[in-house]
Nanobody, 123 residues
């Protein structure tokens, strides 16, 4: 089992940047594919980005490709999401999650979740 805690999000103007981090504890962090998801009010939770065990393989939703960068540091048991050129439609609660396998963009493949952190992008 792994426990996940996201860093505090925040309020940023459109075009700005924000970096989220996720601290993991418990089980072996490096054995999990790690992902970021988000959920806006009235919408379903959606995939944002994911990174494989070694950090070499990364996956992105089309909506964030070229603007967001996912990375991990297995020595620090940490996951990161660098968000640039933020848009108002990026406003959501962002969650980090751990998956034991399967397609990294599928919510159902993630068994451990953080509590979420609010990111608000003003226009």
């Amino acid at each position: 089992q792994v426990q996940l805690v996201e860093s505090r999000g925040g309020l940023v103007q459109a075009g700005g940047s924000l970096r989220l981090s996720c601290a993991a504890s418990g089980s072996t962090f490096s054995s999990y594919t790690m992902g970021w998801f988000r959920q806006a009010p009235g919408k379903e939770r959606e995939f944002v980005a994911a990174v494989g065990w070694t950090g070499t393989s990364t996956y992105y939703a089309d909506s964030v490709k070229g603007r967001f960068t996912v990375s991990r540091d297995n020595a620090k048991n940490a996951l990161y999401l660098e968000m640039n050129s933020l848009k108002p439609e990026d406003t959501a609660v962002y969650y980090c999650a751990a998956s034991g396998g399967g397609l990294p963009m599928r919510t159902r493949n993630y068994h451990y979740w953080g509590q979420g952190t609010q990111v608000t992008v003003s226009s």
